[in-house]
């Protein structure tokens, strides 16, 4: 079966801290993907970013950074000098060929960033 | 508009009465996706398409909810008999095709309040 795990339910940072959203994932598939989306108050899902299962590499866009570890099923998820618009509910999703539903998303985790 | 449309956006009405709601995917998108989302809860899948066709609907929550998709483009997902507990925001999300390496794009959601 498929699962991800956001441990963390709830997340508060002063503004500019850096903080790291936690996903941890399951599955049999051995070619996958990994997601981030993010919800901000208005209540839109926005993707963020895709990784394959083959691709290692981290990424870097702009202030956000993803660490993909397959050693512990991880695709964590860094925001570098949070700002408040950065306030929103993040969920780590994942596809793969073996699952019953397309897509496998965790419970989110809410972010709460205070100027 | 480019992006996934759903309407209405909000919608109150009485128990017992029958909603529809519809959904407008990405033009070209031949994947939809529909999802619940209970208050400050994560998302729940409800049933996908690709074309017109369900091929699973286990999860829709009970024989009050149906779906459908025509001319493989706009969905409407249908609640006859409505709950105080079908109250949610559903969400719309659309994709190139069902291959798990396509990221799904959201609508904005119907929020959905029943008396």
């Known amino acids: 079966a498929q699962k991800v795990t956001q441990a963390q339910t709830e997340i508060s940072v002063v503004e500019k801290e850096d903080v790291t959203l936690d996903c941890v994932y399951e599955?049999?598939?051995?070619?996958?993907?990994l997601f981030w989306y993010k919800q901000p108050p208005s209540g839109e899902l926005v993707f963020l970013i895709r990784r394959n299962s083959f691709d290692e590499q981290n990424e870097i866009s702009g202030r956000y950074s993803w660490n993909f570890q397959k050693s512990t099923s991880s695709f964590n998820f860094t925001i570098t000098a949070s700002q408040v618009v950065d306030s929103a509910v993040y969920f780590c999703?994942?596809?793969?060929?073996?699952?019953?539903?397309?897509?496998?998303f965790g419970k989110g985790t809410r972010l709460s960033v205070i100027a | 508009g480019a992006g996934v449309s759903q309407s209405p956006s909000n919608k109150v009405t009485e128990k017992g009465k029958d909603v529809e709601l519809r959904c407008d995917p990405i033009s070209g998108h031949t994947a939809l996706y529909w999802y619940r989302q209970s208050l400050g809860q994560g998302l729940e899948f409800l049933i996908y398409?690709?074309?017109?066709?369900?091929?699973?609907k286990s999860g829709l929550p009970s024989d009050r909810f149906s779906a459908e998709r025509t001319g493989g483009s706009v969905s409407t997902l249908t609640i006859q008999r409505t709950q105080q507990e079908d109250s949610a925001v559903y969400l719309c999300a659309s994709s190139l095709n069902l291959n798990s390496n396509q990221p799904q794009h959201f609508g904005d959601g119907t929020r959905l309040s029943i008396l």
């Open positions: 398409f690709q074309g017109n066709s369900a091929p699973d």
């Open positions: 999703a994942l596809s793969g060929d073996s699952g019953n539903t397309p897509l496998v």
């Open positions: 599955t049999r598939d051995t070619t996958y993907y």
